[in-house]
């Protein structure tokens, strides 16, 4: 019996600050704008909004890897996610999402879309054991 050797990804993200209002995430040929102003600064991301951000890329990712896979139709997706934070001790007391697809699918379809976002997305199944996470897929 051979045995299979799991291949794991790696991801490479640097951060600099660049004044006490803002730092600048670099990955590949990217780069985000993070708001590190303790009054908080409007034109960026800050580390809670960033963390909702990758939680809403992680569903639609993993709905594009999925489509073809389920010959699944639609013609768009968009993801609307509200998170509540608690001071003490900080943390994401709560993540609640709605997913919205354009699509004709019948609504068996739909779930079985949603429960593959669930079950398949690597920042979803990262955040759920330590936060309230809840939500739906519905219809546009």
Do not use: W
């Not at 794991?8 to 640097?14: G, H, L, P, Q």
């Not at 809403?56 to 934070?85: D, Q, T, Y």
Request: charged content about 20%.
């Amino acid at each position: 019996m051979t045995e299979q050797v799991a291949i794991k990804m790696i991801f490479d993200v640097v951060s600099r600050r660049m004044s006490s209002d803002t730092a600048i995430a670099t990955c590949k040929n990217a780069q985000i704008v993070l708001d590190t102003n303790l009054q908080g600064n409007p034109n960026a991301f800050n580390p809670a909004e960033l963390l909702l951000a990758a939680l809403s890329a992680c569903m639609i990712k993993g709905i594009e890897r999925v489509i073809p896979i389920l010959h699944f139709n639609l013609r768009g997706v968009e993801v609307k996610i509200h998170g509540v934070r608690q001071d003490v001790p900080p943390k994401m007391e709560s993540i609640t999402y709605e997913i919205i697809v354009d699509t004709d699918e019948s609504d068996d379809r739909l779930e079985l879309l949603h429960t593959n976002v669930k079950k398949f997305g690597t920042v979803f199944n990262t955040v759920a054991p330590g936060t309230l996470l809840s939500g739906v897929l519905g219809r546009k």
